[in-house]
């Protein structure tokens, strides 16, 4: 059987979709396992809680994206396939409950703050090695402000005012160090990180 030119203008564009996608999705994916991009906070809430509308957005997207690869495959002849219109649907229907239980939430006080504050700092541990330096980040979830002031509480090296820590030249390995990012508005709101010292 022959395409027209519309046909396999349509088959080129979605096969090039596909493609592109799927370096994006390689591309995700690897910035994932190098600890560049965090999925810790995926499906919760930003003070910390779990958020089953995220969850089931989240399970909705990949069923309907598993159901449409299905749908390609299943026809064998490497043509791309309308989309189902009930695969659109239950897209909508996933998303338009997301919304409307966002709205919900957010429409009390209750359902943003229902968690004390607190700061989260990356990396809780790591490995430094002489004459290296490692920056530290903290993250403010709740009504804690949004500057925190960095400091060496135990160990040697220091830090500077934007997380950055310096082991000394002569500090000996194994030697750790704890590191305390405490929010300037409310100094009782601290978190603390481990620098252990590795030779060279």
Sequence with gaps: MTMTSSAILANTIGWTACLVIGVLGLLVLNLVVRGR???SMLISEP???ASMSRFQLLIFTFVIGLGLFYAVVARGDGTFPDIPGNLLALLGISGSSYLVSKG???SQKEGIEDRPPLIVVKPVEVAVAPGKRQRFTAEMIGNGGTEVEWSVVSGPGQIDADGIYSPPAGAQ??????IKAASIENADLVAFAVVTLVGA
């Design 37 to 39: 991009i965090d999925l």
């Design 47 to 49: 003070n910390g809680g």
């Design 104 to 106: 919900i939430q957010f």
């Design 173 to 178: 390995a194994e030697a750790r160090a704890v």
